[in-house]
């Protein structure tokens, strides 16, 4: 399915795009593009719902032929068997989520590269989108088969696609809330951007996997102990090392977790969450778990921190972690 708009809240200086977007005219209401695509209505305003559009009046002529088209293979995944009714829901929805982030960077990004300081004409924009669409479009496809290849690769080839043993990771801007009150939004949304790159770029160049990320915190999980302390450590010499990011605290721990629709859950996550809220900045505090697994290893050096009370946990207790050459620093927690 590919719009969220009623045809009358469409622009009409900008039917053109439109029409480019979303390959056709909107031709049908809601009861219409169910009975065409013959799933029942009820079930097709659920999943349009799980895609993160809202609702349209049952009279609104709002779909396209390409809706028809969306609703008729989601169905067709369940009557075939590949999925069942609530995994196609869970699929829409997590779908929808990650594409409408990717919708709006794109169009944030290409507005800005045209580096307009007027409104785009009707018969400019929809040249852009004419020609634009398609590369993307081409291009989500290819980036998508990697990381299904990639991912299949982990989870197929370790046998078990349930429960998973891996190092997971927080790592999280010190302070980010009260800058937020002392910079212009151009200036908050270059400093995201900033950290989200580089905390991007220094997790898949070790070998780990971005989970999620939310504004200054990124979620990270690597299947080898010993990776997710890389990442931790220099994902804090990267971004400490970069004047224009403010310092990070990070917190990882090492156990089984659920791994589902590209989310993962358990208490290592838990526990990862609590040591970044417990470390200091500029630090990487550890679970137990993970300490042990890199007991023996010359490159690190860990040194057990008091145990605290945290949000779940009576006692927490952690390590901080630090590459064996670097100075004691300032007095553990």
Same mark, same amino acid.
């Given at each position: ?80 068997? %590949?999925?069942? #009714? /609530?995994?196609?829901?869970? +699929?829409? *929805?997590?779908? @929808? ?5 990717? =919708? &709006? ?77 002392? %910079?212009?939004? #151009? /200036?908050?949304?270059?400093? +995201?951007? *900033?950290?989200? @790159? ?5 997790? =898949? &160049? ?77 630090? %990487? ?49």
């Amino acid at each position: 399915m590919d719009t969220d708009l009623p045809a009358t809240q469409a622009e009409p200086s900008f039917q053109a795009v439109e029409h480019e977007l979303l390959g056709g005219e909107r031709r049908y209401t809601r009861a219409q593009v169910a009975e065409l695509a013959h799933v029942d209505a009820e079930l097709a305003r659920t999943l349009w719902r799980a895609l993160g559009f809202p609702d349209v009046g049952d009279e609104e002529v709002a779909f396209t032929d390409r809706d028809v088209e969306a609703l008729q293979t989601v169905r067709s995944l369940v009557d075939s068997g %590949v999925l069942d #009714e /609530e995994a196609q829901l869970s +699929v829409t *929805r997590a779908m @929808g989520q990650s594409l409408s982030r990717l =919708a &709006e960077w794109q169009v944030a990004t290409i507005a800005e590269a045209l580096g307009r300081t007027e409104p785009l004409q009707e018969q400019d924009a929809a040249a852009v989108a004419r020609e634009l669409v398609p590369v993307m479009e081409g291009l989500i496809g290819y980036v998508w088969r990697r990381h299904l290849a990639a991912t299949a690769g982990r989870v197929l080839g370790g046998g078990d696609v349930v429960a998973r043993t891996m190092a997971v990771g927080f790592a999280d801007l010190v302070g980010f809330t009260s800058l937020t009150r002392h %910079v212009s939004e #151009e /200036e908050l949304a270059t400093l +995201v951007d *900033r950290f989200e @790159g580089v905390a991007a770029d220094t997790i =898949a &160049e070790l070998g780990g996997r971005v989970v999620k990320t939310v504004g200054d915190e990124v979620m990270f999980s690597a299947d080898i102990p010993r990776t997710g302390a890389e990442i931790a450590v220099a994902l804090s010499e990267r971004i400490g090392g970069d004047d224009t990011l403010p310092d990070l605290r990070v917190g990882v721990a090492c156990g089984t977790v659920l791994s589902r629709l590209g989310d993962v859950y358990g208490e290592p996550v838990n526990i990862a969450s609590r040591l970044t809220s417990a470390a200091r900045p500029g630090s %990487v505090l550890v679970d137990r778990e993970l300490a042990a697994a890199l007991e023996g290893d010359d490159r690190w050096r860990l040194r057990r921190v008091p145990p605290r009370p945290v949000r779940g946990y009576a006692l927490l207790q952690a390590f901080r972690l630090r590459r064996a050459g670097d100075p004691d620093g300032a007095a553990e927690h």
